[in-house]
Each structure stands twice: as structure tokens, then as C-alpha cells.
């Protein structure tokens, strides 16, 4: 307020200062992911009575990071019409209620009107979010809302790679029921932490949850604390076998990074190979997610036995051959038989097994030889042109074509093709020697790209996997 009057007394002493700032400017707005805190609150029903949750800092309460608030609030992410706002959510980690916390000086319209809060706040949080009197009482009477979820469930035993804490299991459980209701409860922090994610149906048939819970007991009495989650699909698969699709995977910001999305997919595959599902897919996974599940995959394979000679295969010929010149072609396509046998015993998807097949490739080749190593990336040079250009040596009228693009600007690139049937002119697309330039540069971006996550999933693999790649080595 003194800066504001400050200003109007310069504007007194000078009469053409004053016209000049005699029209008020228009709102600029703030961002969301500026004013606006989320918190995860995990303090006990003792604790919760004597502090207020307005109290941001606490030691119980976690600051959690949305990837991006903004999206929630119209195009432009902004909120108009008021003077330091300030918005803290509390999320209850018991019940998973939530509480907003709104503060500023004053509304005003500044030619953008004032924005409403509750309405948006709401398409978030949904019915969790209630007036602070309620949300306290949730940590008392809703203390045990995890355990009646897990009740009906049953504990999953899985193949770890990791020593797991013994008071952390993994419940499964059908989506309905407790269950049905815990999900809803979810949403909210699925939609702020998951990007491009949406809810999933519960009323269709099929879906399951695997819950990650820490087991205490505590005068006789036990207590669940939910870590994270998964949500499982189980669908048809022609023409008697079930598929099993893994739409969602959260871990709860406080215990990421201690293992439970690699314990999640461990189960998961668990229970494939043990009901005989078809194979394991996943909806739209992160790259973390992706290069997790290529870690686990690639160890697993590492315990096929007839993987090993026709790695060796591919091997060798990557040591004989000459790609450099460009006179010879070699593709690093595995055995037939052996992406079903990957498929059958291990439930690993055809895609997703070749994605691994080509990080065991690497990992089998010696760092040390310059000309296997320049053969590898020109494979997969040639299978990322196929891919996008229809072929290594023939575009079948593909072109790759530079876009503007402000979110990623490495990858601003579109594939366009003609068809047949229309006229010749048409049809006809001509090549200047700069196009072909920008397309050989964006192709090399991509197989850069490529390179990278199959030499940080190789690392990983490593490190993890030890004893099962030196008996590779030793065949």
C-alpha cells in the first residue's frame, strides 16, 4: 500500500506525469504454479488437534510438485482480479481429503474480470475438497479408511531384485467396494502428479488396484499407510486368453524413490506369469516408468537360455560388417521363435521386447570396439528412418517435416505422405538439398535421443544385474 501512495503523490507534483498514469494498466494476471502450494499432510489424529493445517512448513506435511498447474486454469494459466493471492491445499494422507486455504489483499478487475476459484478448484479436487472444520475431523473418523480398503484384498508375493522394507507389502484388490471409493479418493493427486492423465472408469469390468501399504502395529491395533498404487486392466484377448494393461502407477511424492513402482511392476508381472495372462502392456508410460520397466525386462531375459546364442549372433555380425560406407545393411531383428518364447514365459509384449532386445545388443557389444559400436547406432539409424520414412532406402512418399513447436523445439518435426490415386502434380514432392539437410539432421536428433535411453537403461542394467551378464559374457 505505501508503494501505491507513494506513486499517487509523484503524480501530484507533475500534471502531465499524473495524465500519463491517469488510466489504470490491465490485469497481468498470475500464474497458478506461482501462487498456488499443494501439500500431502500426514500428521496423526493427536497431532492434528493441536495445529492449525494452515501452518505451512510443517515437519508432517510434505510439499508435493505438480508438473503444471497452469493447464488447469483456461489457456493461459492465469488467475485475474486479485492482489497477492496465495492459495495452500492441504491433502489428508489418511483419507485423502483436501483443504484450500485462500488469502490476498483485494479483488479488482483489472479488463479481465476475476477469476472464480472454487469452481476450478473443484474440477480438481472434486468432492474431497471440504471447509477445514471437516477436513479436521477426517484424521479422527476416517483414521482407518486405508485398512477397510486393503480388508478384502491379498498380499502379493513377487520376485524382488531389491531387499524390501518387511513392513511394506502389496495388496491386490478388486476396483469396487472401499476399493472403488479409496480410487476416487486418488484421482486428484493422479491428475496433479501424471501428466496428461485421466480417470479411469470403475464401473467398467476388469479393473483392479495393487496397493503399496506400511503394516504397523500400534497397541494391538494395525495401521496402514498407503505409499503408492497401480491401476490394472484385465481385458480379452482372442480367443481365450486375457491381456493385462497397466493404466496408472503413482507413488506418493514422500516415499519415490525407495523402490515401490519397481516392486509394482515386479507384482505385476508376478501375477501374469502365475495366471498365464497373455502379456503385460502398459497405457502411455513416462519415460522414468518406461526405463524402470526396460531395467526389469532386460534382467529377466538375461534368464532366457536361448537368448544368449542369438545375441552372440547379432554380435558377431556387428563385428564383421562394415555400415559405414553405407554399401550393406544389417538389421538386428531377433528370432521369430524367440519373441514368442519371451512372450510366453516372461509375458513380454513383442514391443516392448524389442525395445529390450536391442539394449541386450548393446550391452553384449565390447565398449572398446569403435567399428561394432558405429554398426549399432547405423542399425538403429536405419530402423528409425523405416519407421518414420517408410525404409532405409525409399521414403514411399514420406517426408519429415520441420513444424513449429513451442514445447519442444529439438523434436518440432511432422510426417506427412502423399497416397495413390490423386493427380500426378499432386503426388509430386521435390526435395531442394537444404530440406534434405534439415530432414538428415532431425533423424540423427532422434537416433541421438534413442542412443541416450538405451545407454542410461544399459548403465542401470548393470549395476543391477552383475552376475547375469557375466555369464553372458562367459558363452
Not at 16 to 44: H, P, Q
Not at 264 to 271: D, G, P
Amino acid at each position: 500500500m505505501a508503494l501505491k501512495q507513494k506513486g499517487t503523490d509523484a503524480a501530484a507534483a507533475d500534471p502531465k506525469k499524473r495524465r500519463r498514469v491517469g488510466f489504470s494498466g490491465i490485469d497481468a494476471g498470475v500464474e497458478a504454479n506461482e501462487c498456488m502450494k499443494v501439500f500431502l499432510d500426514y500428521s496423526t489424529v493427536d497431532f492434528i488437534t493441536a495445529r492449525n493445517p494452515d501452518e505451512a512448513g510443517s515437519e508432517d506435511c510434505t510439499s508435493i510438485q505438480p508438473f503444471d498447474l497452469n493447464h488447469f486454469f483456461g489457456e493461459d494459466g492465469k488467475i485475474y482480479g486479485y492482489k497477492n493471492l496465495k492459495i495452500n491445499v492441504w491433502i489428508s494422507a489418511i483419507s485423502f481429503h483436501g483443504y484450500a486455504d485462500i488469502s490476498f489483499e483485494e479483488t479488482s478487475d483489472g479488463g479481465k474480470g476475476i477469476t472464480d476459484l472454487k469452481p476450478i478448484l473443484q474440477s480438481i479436487f472434486g468432492e474431497n475438497l471440504v471447509e477445514k472444520e471437516e477436513f479436521l475431523h477426517t484424521f479422527s473418523k476416517e483414521c482407518e479408511y486405508i485398512r477397510d480398503a486393503v480388508t478384502n484384498g491379498r498380499a502379493i508375493k513377487h520376485d524382488g531384485t531389491t531387499e524390501s522394507d518387511p513392513e511394506v507389502e502389496i495388496v491386490r484388490v478388486e476396483l469396487q467396494g472401499a476399493a472403488a471409493f479409496l480410487y476416487s479418493r486418488l484421482v486428484p493427486l493422479v491428475l496433479l502428479l501424471v501428466e496428461g492423465s485421466t480417470p479411469i472408469d470403475i464401473g467398467e469390468h476388469g479393473w483392479e488396484m495393487l496397493l503399496v501399504v506400511k503394516k504397523t502395529t500400534q497397541e494391538s491395533v494395525s495401521k496402514f499407510q498407503l505409499l503408492g498404487f497401480a491401476a490394472v486392466h484385465n481385458f480379452y484377448h482372442y480367443p481365450d486368453s486375457t491381456r493385462l494393461r497397466i493404466s496408472q502407477i503413482l507413488v506418493l511424492p514422500p516415499h519415490q524413490g525407495e523402490g515401490h513402482g519397481l516392486h509394482l511392476l515386479e507384482a505385476i508381472n508376478s501375477i501374469a506369469q502365475s495366471e498365464n495372462i497373455y502379456d503385460v502392456t502398459i497405457e502411455d508410460p513416462s519415460d522414468y516408468l518406461q526405463y524402470v520397466r526396460s531395467s526389469i525386462d532386460c534382467l529377466r531375459l538375461l534368464t532366457l537360455d536361448p537368448i544368449k546364442p542369438a545375441l552372440n549372433a547379432i554380435v558377431s555380425s556387428l563385428k564383421e560388417t562394415n555400415l559405414s560406407k553405407r554399401t550393406c545393411s544389417l538389421k538386428m531383428v531377433p528370432p521369430a521363435d524367440l519373441t514368442e518364447t519371451a512372450r510366453q514365459k516372461l509375458k513380454i509384449n513383442k514391443k516392448q521386447f524389442l525395445r529390450c532386445w536391442e539394449i541386450l545388443i548393446y550391452l553384449s557389444l565390447d565398449s572398446e570396439d569403435r567399428k561394432s559400436l558405429d554398426n549399432f547406432r547405423a542399425c538403429i539409424y536405419d530402423r528409425i528412418k523405416g519407421e518414420i520414412l517408410g525404409g532405409a532406402t525409399g521414403t514411399n512418399g514420406k517426408r519429415l517435416v520441420q513444424m513449429p513447436n513451442s514445447l519442444n523445439e529439438a523434436e518440432s518435426f511432422a510426417v506427412y505422405w502423399t497416397q495413390d490415386g490423386g493427380d500426378a502434380d499432386d503426388q509430386t514432392v521435390e526435395q531442394q538439398p537444404e530440406d534434405l539437410k534439415t530432414q538428415e539432421q532431425q533423424l540423427n536428433e532422434l537416433v541421438d535421443n534413442q542412443m541416450e535411453e538405451i545407454v542410461g537403461v544399459a548403465k542401470n542394467v548393470t549395476s543391477r544385474g552383475k552376475d547375469k551378464l557375466a555369464e553372458l559374457a562367459g558363452q
